[in-house]
């Protein structure tokens, strides 16, 4: 995947929609770090939730929302159909989940295949689903960390595309540990969306892992 050049032969820039439910935070760190830099600009953010703090972050940095909620619709499907369709509108490359809190339908993910990337707080394939960090408290583990990987059609299982691990407090603080993987997550996610912008992340045929090229030396 790289950036799309124009028939005209101008790059119009590799252009991202964020889908978010909640504090956007993901969503902030993206906006500072990327949007209007190296090629990347984030053209929509799409929430399922009116009122979603992301929502107001969106606005404050002048790019366009959609609320766009399951109860308009008559099943998610329909309703993941409405968001494909405000995405394709706007011609977007890729689509990053960032506490987007509903799964996407089937549908959807044929539609954005390999073109769709979620941030997990945890390391997967340990504690897919809701409430990553407690369950990896419940466990017991001392090691969890973050994961920005493609969306497939279940539940966090897409290709990893990378992971950083996180060390648990030892009094297991939850608000402590959750502090320090927003900390990592706010540095992971846009490393990953860059190394996609730049073409450097493929999924290797035939398996489910990623290969990621060497930065080009000029
Ligand atoms: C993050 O922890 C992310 O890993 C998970 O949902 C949370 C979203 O946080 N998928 P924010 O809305 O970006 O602050």
Redesign the pocket.
């Known amino acids: 995947m790289s950036a799309d050049i124009s028939p005209d032969g101008g790059s119009h820039g590799f252009r991202i929609a964020v889908l978010?439910?909640?504090?956007?935070?993901?969503?902030q760190a993206i906006v500072d770090q990327l949007h209007g830099r190296e090629g990347i600009e984030v053209v929509g953010v799409v929430s399922n939730v009116a009122g979603a703090r992301?929502l107001d972050r969106a606005e404050r940095a002048a790019i366009e929302t959609a609320v766009i909620p399951r109860d308009d619709f008559a099943d998610r499907a329909e309703r993941d159909d409405a968001i494909a369709d405000w995405l394709e509108e706007r011609d977007v490359d890729l689509v990053v989940?960032?506490?987007?809190?509903e799964l996407l339908s089937p549908g959807f993910v044929r539609r954005f295949e390999d073109r769709v990337i979620?941030?997990?707080?945890a390391l997967l394939p340990s504690f897919p689903g809701l409430d990553?960090v407690g369950q990896a408290l419940e466990h017991g583990v001392w090691v969890t960390g973050?994961t920005v990987h493609f969306v497939d059609e279940g539940v966090d299982s897409g290709p990893i595309i990378v992971q950083r691990p996180v060390s648990v407090p030892l009094d297991r603080d939850r608000d402590r540990l959750?502090e320090a993987?927003?900390a990592i997550?706010h540095v992971l996610l846009p490393e990953a969306i860059r190394l996609i912008a730049g073409g450097r992340v493929r999924v290797e045929p035939g398996s489910r892992r990623v290969a990621i090229s060497p930065a080009a030396t000029t």
């Open positions: 978010a439910s909640g504090t956007g935070s993901n969503l992301a989940l960032a506490g987007y809190m979620n941030v997990h707080p990553a973050v959750e993987i927003h997550e």
